[in-house]
């Protein structure tokens, strides 16, 4: 589906990232892969994806939330001449599990710092280098969360945030042709997801017709139909893929 394309795609090191790379490599897209923290063992492992699936995939390190260490990490993809067809905002953090009421605007501030204003700054960087061939896909990663508002407020709150985001960026971009869509996840098996009470996953897999968590690479290939020429006619949008949950 992505043959020929260069993706970007950050919190690329684990979890649906990590699918999303792999993903997107077998499908023929060449990945500048984004995570925090240096790590050679994963920097291994994006070099045998590149073997296997005869595409290019580069590590590049940034502090999203950090206005230099974008710059750097955007300056790094650019110094590589290559285009940008496809950007997926994955990044994101949950913070922790608490009532409203005991959730401070400290933490408030620093989840939404993460989930909503690195990917608004992210895009802005990405679409401005996609603009150039007035052709490109962005995927945001937003979650079941920002659209019934069951989990904790900030990060319910933040990824309701990405939700309306991807609605107007999806308006002022069609005229440069960028697609914008959104993905909201459900119940994923996932680190982050691992450190939720046994009540609260139990709670959510009680409402899910197929009865179990999606696996990470469920979430990465609709990801890579909605970053695809396949879905053209689509942009604007957030899909739910979450099992059916009820």
């Known amino acids: ?22 993903g997107f490599a077998r499908e023929g897209a060449n990945v500048w892969a984004f995570a925090r923290t240096p790590n050679a063992d994963w920097e291994r ?8 699936y005869g595409v290019w995939v580069r590590p590049v390190y940034a502090e999203l939330t950090d206005p230099a260490q974008r710059k750097r990490a955007f300056a790094q993809v650019m110094a590589d001449r290559q285009p940008l067809h496809i950007l997926v905002n994955n990044a994101g953090a949950m913070g922790e599990d608490r009532m409203f009421q005991m959730t401070s605007e400290e933490d408030m501030r620093r989840i939404f710092d993460v989930n909503f204003f690195a990917m608004v700054e992210v895009s802005r960087l990405a679409t401005r280098l996609m603009a150039r061939n007035r052709a490109g896909a962005v995927v945001n990663v937003a979650s079941i969360a920002g659209l019934d508002g069951d989990s904790r407020l900030d990060y319910s709150a933040s990824k309701a945030a990405v939700i309306a985001a991807t609605k107007k960026m999806a308006r002022e971009l069609v005229s440069v042709g960028i697609r914008v869509n959104a993905l909201a996840p459900g119940l994923t098996d996932t680190d982050l997801v691992r ?29 890579a139909f909605l970053a695809s020429d396949l879905a053209s006619y689509v942009t604007g949008q957030v899909w739910r893929v979450d099992g059916g949950m009820l």
């Open 1 to 22: 589906m992505l043959a020929g394309k260069n993706a970007l795609i950050t919190g690329a090191a684990r979890g649906i990232g990590a699918a999303m790379t792999e």
């Open 45 to 52: 492992s994006l070099e045998a994806l590149a073997v296997k």
């Open 195 to 223: 450190d939720l009470s046994d009540k609260v996953k139990q709670a959510q897999l009680d409402r899910i017709l197929l009865h179990r968590m999606a696996r990470p690479e469920e979430i990465a290939n609709v990801a």
